[in-house]
């Protein structure tokens, strides 16, 4: 029998190799190259430096960012007379001068309660009417086949760039024609007009993420256009409507122009009240602080009310 009948064993070979060939087990392949050095001391005292330099800087950029804000809310609960005497910032170290009498002047002020009230009455159903038609448009641009489906889309993008004072006079003279200048609800109709290319045009491109086969399953299973509409594409679609939301509010919340524009004179939302209100009592500050800090904590409120939302929407939007 020649050495070439003999079948190896690969057991035995393994056996007699030595301990240069084994390898504990549990280990992963070999690694080539240099081990890696291990990061001295005084790197990891730089980099914690580093960081906490970093955080404070941040800090700093914030306070400095919050200090009109901070301003304006002491300004609020300080009176006239020792805010004509000094500046705000004697309260940090007085803050026996902190009263309440301007919010109570603010209530009793039937002008600026009565724009707050305006205010959200063209607010509210500005933000509902532009998320729920632009959720509906959204769908359709992105599930439904229709003729001239892309070139409406583009029509709609191309609206993202009209500015709004382009339209003010032509559509004065249609809401003059028609009943509706000077009225709360051509307010609301003319914010909502300009709200809903951006929404369509963000609820879109959020929907045509959707995944197809999730949208056939449940066609399969008998669901028409309204409820796959309703049971599966609002769903999926709550963070990005929450970021509209908000972010329209935010616009109608704080406008000024169209307010000013098209708003009743004698109703006028809250931003038009105090502006009302500076060009004729200019030095009453008593008055324009409180209602200012009241005009800008609603938006806060309403934005840290739904920020998980947002910051859901937000990020869904980066990842995809």
């Known amino acids: ?49 580093a960081a906490g330099a970093l955080r404070v800087f941040l800090v700093v950029a914030a306070l400095f960012w919050l200090l009109p804000t901070l301003g304006l809310l002491l300004s609020s609960f300080v009176s006239p ?59 359709a641009f992105a599930w439904l086949e229709f003729p001239g489906r892309d070139w409406l889309f583009l029509l709609v993008v191309g609206l993202l760039v009209v500015p709004v004072q382009v339209a003010l006079i032509p559509v004065s003279e249609l809401f003059g024609s028609i009943g509706l200048f000077e009225t709360t609800a051509g307010v609301v109709l003319f914010h909502t007009a300009f709200g809903l290319p951006f929404a369509v045009f963000l609820l879109r491109n959020f929907f045509a993420e959707i995944p197809r086969e999730l949208l056939e399953a449940a066609r399969l299973d008998g669901a028409g256009e309204l409820r796959l509409f309703a049971r599966v594409v609002l769903p999926l679609g709550a963070p990005a409507i929450a970021s509209l939301g908000i972010f329209e509010f935010l616009w109608v919340w704080n406008d000024m122009l169209v307010a000013l524009v098209f708003a009743d004179s004698a109703s006028p939302p809250v931003t038009v009240a105090l502006q009302q209100q500076v060009r004729q009592f200019g030095n009453n500050i008593d008055v324009l602080a409180p209602g200012a800090f009241l005009s800008m904590a609603v938006p806060l409120v309403v934005f840290f009310a739904f920020q998980r939302q947002f910051v859901s929407g937000v990020m869904a939007g980066a990842i995809k």
Do not use: H
């Open 81 to 139: 007379t020792d805010l004509n005497s000094g500046g705000w910032w004697q309260v940090l170290t007085a803050p026996s001068r902190l009263t309440a009498d301007n919010y109570e002047r603010l209530l009793a002020n039937d002008t600026i309660t009565g724009s707050l009230l305006n205010t959200f009455a063209i607010a509210v159903p500005a933000t509902l009417l532009v998320v729920v038609l632009g959720a509906f448009a959204g769908y």
């Open 1 to 49: 029998m020649s050495r070439s009948d003999v079948t190896p064993d690969p057991a035995a070979e393994r056996a007699t190799a030595g301990p240069s060939r084994a390898r504990p087990l549990g280990y992963g392949p070999p690694r080539y190259g240099p081990p890696r050095a291990k990061p001295s001391y005084a790197g990891l005292v730089s980099a914690k430096l």
